[in-house]
C-alpha cells in the first residue's frame, strides 16, 4: 500500500486544523466571556477573507492584506457589540437572533459589492517542498506556523498580562469583577473585536487556500461551533485539540480508497456529533463552564 | 380574548381565504400558497422553540425528509398524492424519533449545535448522493391528479394547489392549537419557563422534550411533503440549516410560542420579500437583518406582542 497520499492528507489536516482551531477560539472567547453565541462568527471570516482580496488588489501585498483585513474587521466587531449586542447580553436565544440578523447583513453586503462569483487569491509563498516523490506547497506550511504564533500569542496575553487577567476575571464573575474595578464593558468591547479579528485573520490565511466567495463563513461556522463545544467552552487547550482531531480525522478518511471529500467530512462530522452526545460538556470542559 | 371569539375569528379568515380565489391574482394564489406550506414548517417549529424553548438549527432536516420521501416514493413507483404524504410524514417521524433521542438529552447552546450538525451532515448526504436527490439542481416529477369519483384536480392548477395548501394548514393548525392547550403542552411551557423547576415537580422533562421534538419534526415533515406535491421539485438545499434559521426568523417576526404569530409572521416577510423583489432585488437580507436587530432589541415577543401591549394600553385608558 502507497501511504504517500496519508502523509499528503495528514498535512493538509494539520495545516487546517491550526486554521480552524484560530476560528474556534474566538467564537470560544467570545461565548465564554460575553455570552454572545455568534452567528456572525462565518461571517466575519469570510469579511476578512474579501477585505483581505481587495487590499491585495489595491497594494498587490499579502502580508499587509494579512494586518489591515483583521484590523478592519476587529473595529467593526467592537462597534457591532457596543451598538447592538450589549443591550442582550446574557440572552442566548437573543444573540443568536442578532448575531444572526448581523450574518444576513454582512453577506448581502459582500453580494452587492463583491459580487457573487467565487475569487481566488495566489498564493503570496510560491515555493513547494517536496516529501517523497510529491511535492506540498510551503505556503501550508507557513499557514500553519503562522497560527501556531498567534494562538501562541494570545495564550501569553490571556494568563501573562494584565488585560488577560482581567478577561479572566470577567468570565469567572462579571460582577465582581466590577466591584474590583475592572472595566467590564470595555473587556467585552476587547474580547469580541479580537474574537471578530482572528476570524478575519484566519479568512486572510485560508483565502488563496479556498475559493473567496459571500458564502464560505456558513458551513465552517457549524464546524467552529462544534469544535468550541467539544473542546470544552473557554478552553483553549482544548479548542485546538478539537480542531487538529476534527481536521486530521476529516482530511485522513478521505484518503482512505473510495471515500470522496464529502463522505470524508459527514463522516468526521458525524464522529464528532457522537462524541458531543456521549460528553456534552466536551473533552475539557465542565458542567459548570 | 376568549376562545369563542379566536374561534369565531378562525372561522372568518377561513372563509375569507377559501374565498379568496374569486377576488385575487393568480400570482398572488401562489404567493399565499407559499405562506400556508411555509407557515405550516414555522408553526411546527413554534412548538419546539416557542413552547417549550428548545432552539433547533436541525429542523430543516425534517422539512426535506418529508419533501424528498414525497417526491422520490411518487417518482420511482408512481404513487398516488396521498402515499406520497404518509411516506413523507412517515419518513420525517422515523428519524425525527432516532435523531431526537439522542439530541434531547444535551442541553442548551449543546442542543442548537448537535441540530444544527444533524442538518449539515443530511445536507452533505444530500449532495453526495446526488444521483438520488439531484444534489443542488434538484429533481422534479410529476403528481396523478386528486381524484374523487370521476372529479379529477389536477395539481398542476394553481387553484387546487391553493386549496390543497389551506387545507392542510387549516387540519394542523387547529390540532397544534388544540395540543397546545392539553396538559401536554402546558407542560412543554413549564420546561421553556424552567426546566429545573419542571424536573423538580416530577415532570419527565426528557420524555416530554422528546415526543415534542418527534410531533415538531412530523409537522415539518408534513409541511415538506406539501412543498414537495406543490411545486413537483425538490433539492438539496431544503437540508441546509439556513432554512431552519428561516423557520427561526418567522416565528419570532410573528412572536414565538403563540402559533398565529408564526403564520403572521411568515406571511408578513413572504409579502416583504415579494413585494422588495420589484422594488429592490437584493435587499430582501438586508431589510430582514435591520429588522431582526431592532425587533430583537425593542419587541422581543414580535408582532403579536405588539398587538397585546397595544390592546392592553387602550384596555387601560
Known sequence: ?289 | MSVSIKLVLLLLITVLLALAPSFISVFQLSLLSSIFIWGLFALSFDLLFGYTGLLSLGHSVYFGLGAYGAALSIKHFQLEWWAGLGIGLLLALMVAALIGFLVVRVKSHGFIIVTAVTSLICFLLAQRWNGLTGGDDGISFSVAPIALGSIEWPFSSQIVRYYFALSILLLCFIFLWWLTRTPLGQAWKLIRENEGRAEMIGYPVTQLKFVVFVIAGTFAGLAGATYALTNRFVWAGLFHWIISADGIIWTLFGGAGTLIGALLGTGALFSIKEWLSEVWKTGYPLLVGSVLLLLIRFAPNGLMGLARSFFERRGRS
Open chain 1, 1 to 289: 500500500m502507497d501511504f504517500s497520499p496519508f502523509l499528503f492528507q495528514a498535512l493538509n489536516g494539520f495545516v487546517w486544523g491550526w486554521v480552524l482551531a484560530l476560528i474556534a477560539l474566538g467564537l470560544s472567547l467570545v461565548y465564554g466571556i460575553t455570552g454572545i453565541i455568534n452567528m456572525a462568527h462565518g461571517a466575519l471570516y469570510m469579511l476578512g477573507a474579501v477585505i483581505g482580496w481587495y487590499v491585495i488588489q489595491a497594494t498587490g501585498n499579502f502580508w499587509v492584506a494579512l494586518l489591515v483585513a483583521p484590523f478592519i474587521v476587529g473595529v467593526l466587531g467592537i462597534l457591532v457589540e457596543a451598538l447592538m449586542l450589549r443591550p442582550l447580553h446574557a440572552q442566548p436565544a437573543a444573540t443568536i437572533i442578532a448575531t444572526f440578523a448581523v450574518m444576513l447583513i454582512l453577506q448581502q453586503t459582500v453580494l452587492m459589492t463583491f459580487g457573487g462569483t467565487p475569487q481566488s487569491i495566489e498564493k503570496p509563498w510560491p515555493g513547494l517542498i517536496s516529501i517523497g516523490d510529491r511535492s506540498y506547497p510551503q505556503y501550508r506550511l507557513v499557514v500553519a506556523g503562522l497560527s501556531a504564533a498567534l494562538l501562541v500569542l494570545i495564550g501569553i496575553v490571556l494568563y501573562r498580562t494584565r488585560v488577560g487577567l482581567w478577561i479572566r476575571a470577567v468570565r469567572q464573575n462579571p460582577e465582581l469583577a466590577t466591584t474590583l474595578g475592572i472595566p467590564v464593558s470595555l473587556v467585552y468591547s476587547l474580547v469580541f473585536g479580537l474574537g471578530s479579528a482572528l476570524a478575519a485573520f484566519a479568512g486572510v490565511l485560508a483565502s488563496p487556500i479556498v475559493s473567496v466567495d459571500h458564502q464560505m463563513g456558513l458551513d465552517i461556522l457549524i464546524a467552529a461551533f462544534m469544535i468550541v463545544i467539544v473542546g470544552g467552552l473557554g478552553s483553549l487547550k482544548g479548542a485546538l485539540i478539537a480542531a487538529l482531531s476534527y481536521s486530521l480525522l476529516e482530511n485522513l478518511l478521505s484518503a482512505l480508497p473510495g471515500v470522496d471529500p464529502i463522505l470524508a467530512k459527514i463522516m468526521a462530522l458525524t464522529a464528532m456529533g457522537a462524541l458531543l452526545l456521549w460528553r456534552p460538556h466536551g473533552l475539557f470542559g465542565n458542567a459548570t463552564a
